[in-house]
Nanobody, 123 residues
Framework: QVQLVESGGGLVQAGGSLRLSCPASGRTFSSYTMGWFRQAPGKEREFVAA????????YYADSVKGRFTISRDNAKNTVYLQMNSLKPEDTAVYYC????????????????WGQGTQVTVSS
């Protein structure tokens, strides 16, 4: 069973940066696609970014392209989300997710989820 624990959220001003981390348990970390999703109050869970397990290819939602960077360190079993130029609309609970054979932007295709970490961006 894969366990994910996100950290790094907090309160920042617009234009600031945060780096989220998600260490994962298990010996098969490198085979999983890792994704970041977010959910704001009253909204559905939204795809943010993903990195594949096969070639570590990265994918981003249009809303975060050029501002966020997803990466993975297989030696540390950790996926990261570097968030720059943060905007108030980025405010949400951010979730780390893992899965095999996923459809990248569809949260229901990821088997494992972290507990979430709150990101709040003030104006």
């Amino acid at each position: 069973q894969v366990q994910l624990v996100e950290s790094g959220g907090g309160l920042v001003q617009a234009g600031g940066s945060l780096r989220l981390s998600c260490p994962a348990s298990g010996r098969t970390f490198s085979s999983y696609t890792m994704g970041w999703f977010r959910q704001a109050p009253g909204k559905e869970r939204e795809f943010v970014a993903a990195v594949s397990g096969s070639r570590s290819r990265t994918y981003y939602a249009d809303s975060v392209k050029g501002r966020f960077t997803i990466s993975r360190d297989n030696a540390k079993n950790t996926v990261y989300l570097q968030m720059n130029s943060l905007k108030p609309e980025d405010t949400a609970v951010y979730y780390c997710a893992a899965g095999a054979g996923v459809t990248l932007t569809f949260p229901n295709t990821y088997a494992y989820w972290g507990q979430g970490t709150q990101v709040t961006v003030s104006s």
